[in-house]
């Protein structure tokens, strides 16, 4: 099978597609209680201020906690549960560091009680990171994103990041290839292999915005959603 047009995008990509979104009133991203509850509480150590901000983030985002959480078969783990266990370590000093490792880590601790919070553990320390330290070191994980990464990608950019080695099944496209490779890098909360490759994706498209890995995360998100 032929590969595809590769999609491409830009820096004025980028900023076109911010400025859009603070122009749609559905989307604008000025509005979100998410950033305006990390703003006016940045720390993490009040156990109800976390609450809150769990909360916010689920909502915002239609992470489904409030459905995922709860001891329901294999799973046993609850809000309290999480609370306590950003609590436990130094979130704030490892979130304003850029320190990559706290969402596999809180991925791994998730899973282990039965339940991958992959995705909203990216989104909880994205937000901290960008909100309240105004730093770009995360990148949001979401299923728009994971389906949509290797639109950009060629099988030589492939091959590049995962080995030489690889190929294409029988049917198959580079951009299920890729979705494919970051589902096992959630499955098995490898955080900072997907950063690197989103870090890979914006140095192929010669992307050097300062806000680029939030920004690549909007524009994957508004274009496709």
């Not at 604008?28 to 720390?43: A, C, H, R, W």
């Not at 266990?85 to 991925?107: A, T």
Request: one cysteine or more.
């Amino acid at each position: 099978m032929p590969e595809p047009s590769l999609k491409v995008f830009s820096d004025t990509d980028l900023a076109q597609v911010v400025q859009d979104m603070y122009g749609d009133s559905r989307y604008g991203i000025d509005n979100g209680f998410t950033q305006k509850s990390l703003e006016k509480y940045p720390d993490n150590t009040d156990s109800a201020v976390i609450a809150m901000k769990i909360a916010i983030v689920d909502m915002e985002n239609s992470t489904q906690l409030s459905r995922l959480l709860g001891e329901k078969g294999t799973r046993n783990i609850n809000l309290k549960d999480i609370v306590g266990k950003i609590q436990s370590i130094p979130f704030d000093e490892r979130v304003s560091s850029g320190d990559l490792s706290l969402v596999s880590e809180l991925s791994l601790w998730s899973s282990g009680l039965g339940l991958n919070l992959f995705s909203f553990f990216s989104k909880y320390c994205t937000y901290h990171n960008t909100y309240v330290y105004n730093k770009d070191d995360f990148s949001i994980f979401d299923k728009v994103v994971k389906e949509h990464i290797g639109d950009y990608l060629s099988l030589a950019d492939c091959r590049e990041f995962f080995g030489a080695d690889t190929k294409l099944r029988k049917g198959q496209t580079v951009t299920k290839l890729v979705d494919s490779k970051i589902e096992a890098m959630r499955q098995s909360c490898d955080y900072e292999q997907y950063v690197k490759l989103v870090d890979f994706l914006l140095q192929r498209h010669s992307v050097a915005r300062p806000n680029k890995r939030r920004e690549l995360d909007w524009f994957l998100w508004y274009r496709n959603r």
